[in-house]
């Protein structure tokens, strides 16, 4: 980088645009709920609130969990739900949760392909590829060929399990446990465990972890 | 418990039990419906029965038996099943929750 600054002209910010169909309907819906008295604006605010309060860091926490506390850990894959409103995470969409074990013999991979569910409640709002049709039709269709792209190859005497979500159940990957953490503590081995690992497109990794 | 002579309402009970071989239904009614199109005539396995029974949001979205409840099933199914010419490796698999209506013993 040779300068100091950024030249380039800063994209605005606001609508230059008109609203498209979509969000127009969003905009009327909401007012029509709203002036009903169904909903109150409070309401709205809110429920933002609740959404930008799950992250993929709540999910880490749950794993590395699970990773130093077998209890813990059978708790989870009998009753993945019980297991993290144990833990205070709750589940305010009203959906199940199956905790998915990465073993040497199984990888598991998760996927909506009718729409974007997603185990909100532990990890937050999904990547915005997850919700694209190519992720969605191909996971279930070439699985392997999707992972190879993030990366990730799976020996063929390996059993590739995709995972597709339908209404209630929601999904989430307990990745394997690197190796060469064993003395690690909880919050060292929280960090290894990002979002995609919980969906299933790569494994855990200390690669690139500073100790 | 049997001997006490309890019969149970219909729709109680779940209709099948995890290793009950089961073919997902062909239909195509119009409308949205939570079972992907890819999955519809493919047989597979129940892996287990999701308990509670669940509200049937397929009837609750289009307004009808409001609060209905309906067993759901997580059901395997190999890719080889789903996909003739899959490429992966023959233990590759695929598992999802369907409703009990749409569902029927082999």
């Not at chain 1, 969990?65 to 995470?89: K, N, S």
């Not at chain 1, 709750?90 to 199940?96: H, P, V």
Request: glycine share 8%; hydrophobic share 40%; aromatic share 8%.
């Amino acid at each position: 980088m040779g300068g100091s600054h950024h030249d380039h002209p800063r994209a605005e910010i606001g609508q230059a645009e008109p609203p498209g169909y979509y969000e127009i309907m969003e905009t009327a819906v909401r007012e029509l709920l709203v002036e009903k008295k169904l909903i109150g604006p409070d309401e709205i605010r809110r429920q933002i609130e609740v959404l930008d309060s799950r992250t993929p860091a709540l999910g880490a926490k749950v794993v590395a969990r699970a990773w130093v506390d077998g209890e813990f850990r059978a708790r989870l894959l009998a009753d993945g739900r019980a297991a993290c409103e144990a833990m205070g995470i709750s589940f305010y969409d009203d959906t199940d949760l199956i905790v998915l074990e990465n073993t040497d013999k199984v990888h598991n991979l998760i996927v909506c392909t009718l729409c974007s569910c997603y185990p909100r409640p532990v990890l937050g709002l999904p990547p915005d590829w997850y919700k694209l049709k190519p992720y969605r039709a191909r996971a279930v269709s070439e699985p392997r060929a999707v992972l190879a792209e993030f990366g990730t190859i799976i020996p063929d005497d390996v059993e590739v399990r995709v995972h597709d979500s339908t209404a209630m159940v929601r999904y989430l990957v307990l990745p394997r446990r690197p190796e060469g953490t064993e003395a690690w503590n909880e919050e060292q081995l929280a960090a290894l465990v990002t979002r995609d690992t919980m969906i299933g497109v790569v494994p855990a990794t200390i690669g690139r972890m500073p100790r | 418990m049997p001997g006490l002579g309890v019969v149970l309402a219909l729709g109680e009970a779940p209709i099948f039990r995890p290793g009950d071989r089961v073919r997902v239904l062909a239909r195509a009614p119009i409308g949205h419906y939570r079972v992907p199109l890819y999955l519809r005539g493919k047989q597979g396995v129940v892996e287990r029965v999701i308990e509670p029974a669940a509200i049937d949001n397929e009837a609750e979205g289009y307004g009808r038996n409001a609060g209905l409840k309906r067993h759901y099933y997580r059901i395997a199914v190999p890719m080889k099943v789903i996909w003739p010419n899959y490429p992966g490796s023959p233990l590759d698999g695929l598992r999802i929750e369907i409703f009990e209506t749409w569902l029927e013993r082999m």
